[in-house]
Nanobody, 117 residues
Framework: VQLQASGGGLVQAGGSLRLSCAAS????????MGWYRQAPGKQRELVAT???????NYADSVKGRFTISRGTAKNTVYLQMNSLKPDDTAAYSC????????????WGQGTMVTVSS
């Protein structure tokens, strides 16, 4: 499985961006897709996840501002980011976890989000 992320860029504080991540091929079984971010000099942190059953989970820092969703084909995940803050500046990466007896995790390349004050 390969993940292709897009949608990053430069935006002013208070603005919006939408990130997309598409997984190659079909994904079978229970799985979780999510977005993580890593700011310069900081550890990678979870932003939001969504399961194949559409259950969502958000970091406290983005609740009420970010929305994660899946595409109709279920192999695409989106992150709508509103009311962006300079603290949201980071490289955002998408992840796919296939929850089965093997347990596999796949990462896409990062897409940079820069929020200017």
């Amino acid at each position: 499985v390969q993940l292709q992320a897009s949608g990053g860029g430069l935006v002013q504080a208070g603005g919006s961006l939408r990130l997309s991540c598409a997984a190659s091929g079909s994904i079978f079984g229970f799985n979780v897709m999510g977005w993580y971010r890593q700011a310069p000099g900081k550890q990678r942190e979870l932003v939001a996840t969504i399961s194949s059953g559409e259950s969502t989970n958000y970091a406290d820092s983005v609740k009420g501002r970010f929305t994660i969703s899946r595409g109709t084909a279920k192999n695409t995940v989106y992150l709508q980011m509103n009311s962006l803050k300079p603290d949201d500046t980071a490289a955002y990466s998408c992840n796919l976890q296939i929850i089965d007896a093997v347990g596999r995790s796949f990462w896409g390349q990062g897409t940079m989000v820069t929020v200017s004050s």
